[in-house]
């Protein structure tokens, strides 16, 4: 037992006749977190009780505004933009189905997704993959995205040239109204926009027939329609429990990026202000308050012209004295790449991808960096991303590939739900040195320590199919003769004369 001194006992003071116990919950309130104490330097900090929610549906077309203003002028929070969504996406999360021991079913199964994702969207502008990276976008200016499955029929079908009937409309944060809340006479409530059942599960969004910001739509946006859950696919990033609609994830860093670009705007008017003065001509006071006009533009402003090697001869009286625009100074770049540093954290994104400022980076930074921020978007990968946007549209295709008979499965197939079993492939991860990771994931296989297939998921491809493609690779070089050319002089696995370690590498690869 660790014996407790009387010093290390805790102290708390009830008043006389306090039964019931007040004056220890006030002491304990006030002294047992400085967090939550009210002295003279945390009097002005308030925070609220309410619940994000009730903060976003007062607050959220605020934030969206705002930040789709930034995005479309700030150059720090188009670039994280832009990196935000090449990461998490690239060129797209892939599919990798199951059905185990049947190659041929899996890849007839390939066959209708690639021909089906071409023409998925609603708008035909892009495929499923141009969906995801839109989607990304979305989310991170407004903080969700909706995803609408629209079902057509086989007419439909049939004047488009889709064996499976159905496409995705990518809906605009506004579509749903945050600030429509009602209760319905079923028993039903709607809260900003989404109708929840008694039981707490969401049954419909309401979503305007038009989009309310878009004044290039005609008049009716006004008036909604009720779509059913299982038609429409809500992607956003809860933060809280019980949350219902989308955070958009710079809300941390918008106020700084604001300001530090109203400050570089500031500055950069100021220096070019201050160079537009090259000097100043004083004349002695003759006292007649008359101002001399010689010289002077159509303004009224007298100016003196002045070209390189001039010597210029002054009146009686006159004098000149040249600008001296005063310097930034040395802690305007000392100042700017903190503040970036903070916008970059608020960002969750590495200070490099923000600014693509490289000079304060090393290998080991870089690469710590990345790690970090790689965990972070695998996580967001695949508990949002996967989650709430692919294995659901891959429900919905499959569902209507059986229904209108594009697919076909064995009755066992379906009973153990079989096609629905998918793994889904992200964009590979590029390092900073390629070579040693290569050597890296060869040793872990070699040793055992990691599957092959593994290693080709993590190139994002699919194993299959690439185990497929090098053994007709292979099949064809032998049937045509042809054979892989080993340099003279130069054992297996190790350098060519006159051959560096990238080269070396690049070869190896190859």
Not at 166 to 172: D, E, I, N, P, T
Not at 422 to 443: F, G, N, S, Y
Request: charged share 25%; proline share 6%.
């Amino acid at each position: 037992m660790v014996a407790v001194t009387d010093a290390a006992k805790p102290r708390i003071r009830v008043a006389a006749g306090d039964l019931s116990g007040a004056s220890a919950r006030l002491v304990v309130r006030n002294q047992a977190y400085e967090g939550a104490q009210s002295s003279r330097r945390l009097r002005s900090w308030t925070a609220t009780s309410a619940h994000v929610n009730a903060l976003l549906a007062n607050a959220g077309p605020t934030l969206r505004n705002r930040l789709r203003q930034m995005v479309r002028s700030n150059p720090y929070l188009r670039r994280g933009r832009a990196s935000y969504r090449s990461n998490l996406i690239g060129t797209g999360i892939m599919p990798s189905p199951g059905l185990a021991d049947d190659p041929k079913r899996r890849a007839r199964l390939r066959r209708a997704w690639s021909r089906w994702i071409r023409k998925a969207d609603h708008d035909g502008r892009m495929d499923f993959y141009g969906i995801q990276r839109l989607v990304v976008g979305a989310i991170f200016t407004a903080g969700e995205c909706f995803v609408r499955l629209v079902y057509l029929s086989a007419a439909e079908a049939r004047r488009s040239g889709m064996e499976i009937p159905m496409r995705l409309q990518v809906l605009r944060a506004e579509m749903v109204p945050l600030d429509k809340t009602e209760a319905l006479a079923n028993g039903n409530c709607i809260r900003c926009g989404i109708e929840f059942d008694p039981a707490g599960r969401r049954v419909a969004y309401w979503v305007y027939r038009r989009d309310p910001t878009d004044a290039t739509l005609p008049a009716g946006f006004e008036l909604f329609s009720r779509v059913p859950a299982e038609e429409m696919i809500h992607v956003f990033d809860a933060e809280e429990p019980g949350q219902i609609r989308g955070e958009p994830p710079p809300v941390a860093a918008m106020v700084k990026a604001f300001v530090l670009d109203r400050y570089d705007d500031a500055e950069l008017d100021r220096k070019a202000t201050t160079a537009l003065f090259a000097g100043f001509i004083t004349e002695a006071d003759t006292g007649d308050g008359a101002l001399p006009n010689e010289g002077a533009d159509e303004n009224g402003v007298a100016i003196a012209g002045m070209q390189p090697g001039t010597l210029q001869k002054l009146l009686p009286g006159e004098d000149i004295k040249f600008a001296e625009p005063s310097e930034v100074g040395g802690s305007y770049e000392a100042f700017q790449y903190r503040t970036l540093l903070a916008i970059a954290a608020g960002l969750g994104l590495p200070y490099a991808a923000v600014t693509g400022d490289v000079t304060k980076v090393n290998y080991s930074s870089q690469r710590a960096a990345l790690v970090e921020f790689r965990r972070e978007a695998e996580q967001l990968q695949f508990a949002v991303y996967v989650f709430l946007l692919c294995q659901p549209v891959w429900d919905a295709w499959l569902a209507q590939g059986v229904l209108s008979g594009a697919l076909e499965f064995t009755q066992r197939q379906l009973a153990d739900r079989e096609p629905w079993e998918v793994e889904w492939i992200p964009r590979k991860w590029d390092w900073v040195d390629p070579l040693k990771d290569r050597q890296a994931e060869k040793l872990a296989v070699d040793n055992l320590f990691k599957p092959r297939s593994f290693v080709i998921a993590d190139e994002g491809y699919d194993p299959e199919e690439v185990d497929q493609r090098i053994a007709e690779d292979q099949e064809r070089a032998d049937r045509l003769g042809l054979r892989a050319v080993q340099l003279p002089g130069a054992a297996a696995g190790s350098p060519v004369k006159g051959e560096d370690d990238d080269e070396k590498g690049a070869r190896e690869a190859a």
